[in-house]
């Protein structure tokens, strides 16, 4: 436990310097970014990891807070009263006259308690404190955990749409050279104008759909620049993952699961502090004070006086109610248990349908290329055969949209894999 009472500073320390790092990366214009930039970036920028700075600051203190309960305890106690009777003696002696007490008394004391022994109650309490701190800035790690999917979406989206126009720049080239050859074709002849105005009318579809692929990439772009507070903009060129898919039956690494754990640490901490409750407790005390009357109950008038000891407090009802509380203790571990349990078990077939999604688009994209070499070649011989006045313009666009449609399919098939296999990182926390 000593360990974690250091590593906590640390964190503070390390959270500091991560912050300074990324605030100054966000500073600049990148020219280029990757996911896992994305993912440290919104991480820093979330209002949360400031959270769990603070939550670890405040949690510190706390704990340093609770040493002072072994300082001594002193207290200002002043009373005035006024009673309907007061003591006296029940006998009479000759010749002798004793004053009664006055109704009216008041006394003033400054108490002193020093606790000696408590039991292990502070010792106790220092350290559900602790995990109690752990417990809370583990639970802003899920927080921020949970922010990779959302990066994953508009990542992997605008990696699409800047795939997407690329092959739209290709389609276009396509389409210009045909447009020259029919041209030409038109000039000497050969060819009606319609023919080029088909492929006029093709090329303006194309540049729309670069619009829309533009479009949508701008929009990720800006959400992206958004949830990681970096300066983005359509000119930063999102670098395409190389993932190394590893294949795992077990969710072992995520932020839940270690939560999962300071949460029933937190629990058997609660239970063996209720053990310190009930231990007997000693202390020592002095109580001096000013009043009327003072430890002489037969002076009637203002005297000094003070009385010291030694305190033994043995709690009964604690012991009492200890194994009712325990018994609540462990009903809230099972409740935990059962938490664990439910959350991996819903994980379990999150991988298995992740799984399946990365076995789909491994098949598709394998069938891809073997389908464009098809749609190129065929594409290629309708530009000749258009060329040749062969077939008209709207046969070869046929050809060319079904190559393009092909390309797009293989980028859709491509980027759908990385994400399936970044999606199953997250799962099993890797």
Known sequence: MHKNKKFIPQQILLLITFLSANQLLRAQHLNEVTIEQCY????????????KALTIAAGNKTEKNLNLKWLPQLDINAQATYQSDVTSLPIKLPNLTIESLDK????GTLDLVQPVYDGGLIAGQKKLQRITTQTEAQRVEVDLYQLKTTINNY??????????????????????NSLKVVTAQVTNGVAIKSNADVLRAELLKTDQQKIEFASAKKEVVEMLAIITGADLDQNTVLSKPVTSYKNADSIVARPELKLFDFQQQ?????SKLINAKTNPKLSLFADGGYGKPGLNQLKNSFQWFY?????LNIPIMSRITQQKDKDVLKIQQQ?????????L?????????QKGEIDKYNQLVQSDSAIINLRTSIRENAALQLSNGIITSNDFIREQNAESQAMLNQKLHEVSLLQAQYNYKIITGE
């Open 307 to 311: 009385i010291s000891g030694v305190r």
């Open 40 to 51: 440290n970036l919104a991480a820093a920028n979330s209002p949360l990891y400031q959270q």
């Open 335 to 343: 409740v935990v248990s059962k938490q664990r349990e439910n959350f």
């Open 104 to 107: 009216d008394q008041y006394k």
């Open 155 to 176: 990542y992997f989206t605008a990696l699409l749409m800047a795939e997407n126009i690329q092959l739209m720049n290709v389609a276009e080239d396509n389409l210009n």
């Open 266 to 270: 937190s629990i058997q901490l609660q």
């Open 345 to 353: 078990k819903n994980n379990q077939q999150l991988l298995v349908r």
